[in-house]
């Protein structure tokens, strides 16, 4: 009966076993020696350094702790029953249910909503298809990454080829007289388009432009005038209130005209 205490002692938590050997009745037929309760102290601090070395554990001991629920019985949970389980699996009560939610974003536990309670399920085959999905697209990726690299070496080869280093050093001379009339044309083209400013074709397409820009601004004030003699004729607004209705001043007229009173 007293090895048997001892056993059963040595599985509950720190508080439960002090609490135990606290209240703990040596049976009549063994006798109370100072020998046997200095075993007995031994024995309660071997297990108190016991558990105060238990290791706590980390965020995936946790995770697959919490698998392992799932995965050992193959049943659908409440979230109340999956605390209830994983706390006794060793888990941090406060720590199960953002757990189990990480778990659910990761794919590797099942969530649905019926009524007004949330149910979960995993089994162990959906995290060895995960893992198999992940690797297929993996080769896929590879596989056109390779693909890619092919079609680029072969495009580098052609573009290669002609291009050559001679032993008279000509392609290195040419390419060097290349950069040199590069710049010339750039500098050309500087040029041009400042001449380009006092070129005849140049300033007669400009008038050609400022005509139909003139054009199309008279024909766009007509319709104003239009709209403002329709306004104070057939509407009986004062000047004043259909200009401000238009969006426009007295100073409104045809561009020509402003440039005359100027």
């Known amino acids: 009966f007293f090895f048997s205490s001892l056993l059963t002692a040595h599985s509950k938590t720190i508080n439960e076993v002090?609490?135990?050997?606290?209240?703990?009745?040596?049976?009549?037929f063994i006798p109370t020696s100072s020998r046997q309760r200095s075993y007995l102290t031994t024995t309660t601090s071997s297990l108190t350094i016991m558990a105060s070395k238990t290791k706590r554990m980390s965020a995936d001991e946790k995770s697959e702790a919490i698998l392992g629920v799932y995965h050992s019985t193959k049943e659908v949970y409440?979230?109340?029953?999956i605390i209830s389980l994983a706390a006794k699996a060793g888990v941090n009560q406060n720590t199960i249910a953002d757990i189990n939610q990480a778990l659910c974003d990761d794919g590797l536990v099942d969530k649905e909503k019926i009524g007004g309670s949330n149910y979960f399920w995993s089994f162990p085959a959906k995290k060895d298809r995960l893992n198999e999905i992940t690797h297929q697209e993996t080769v896929?990726?590879?596989?056109t990454i390779k693909s890619n690299i092919k079609e680029a070496?072969?495009?580098?080869?052609d573009a290669k080829r002609g291009r050559e280093e001679d032993e008279s050093g000509e392609r290195a001379k040419k390419m060097a007289r290349r950069v040199e009339l590069?710049?010339?044309?750039?500098?050309a083209q500087v040029e041009l388009d400042k001449l380009k400013q006092n070129d005849p074709r140049e300033i007669a397409n400009l008038e050609q432009e400022l005509k139909l820009v003139t054009n199309g601004a008279h024909r766009w004030t007509d319709n104003i005038f239009s709209c403002k003699d329709y306004l104070v004729k057939k509407r009986?607004?004062?000047?004043?209130?259909?200009?401000?209705?238009?969006?426009?001043?007295?100073n409104?007229?045809?561009?020509?005209d402003k440039v005359s009173k100027k």
């Open 18 to 28: 002090n609490l135990d050997l606290y209240n703990f009745q040596f049976p009549s």
């Open 140 to 143: 896929k990726k590879i596989e």
């Open 252 to 256: 409104f007229d045809y561009p020509e």
């Open 153 to 157: 070496e072969a495009r580098l080869a």
């Open 182 to 187: 590069t710049k010339s044309l750039g500098a």
């Open 236 to 250: 009986g607004m004062v000047k004043k209130e259909a200009n401000q209705y238009l969006g426009i001043t007295d």
């Open 78 to 81: 409440t979230e109340k029953e």
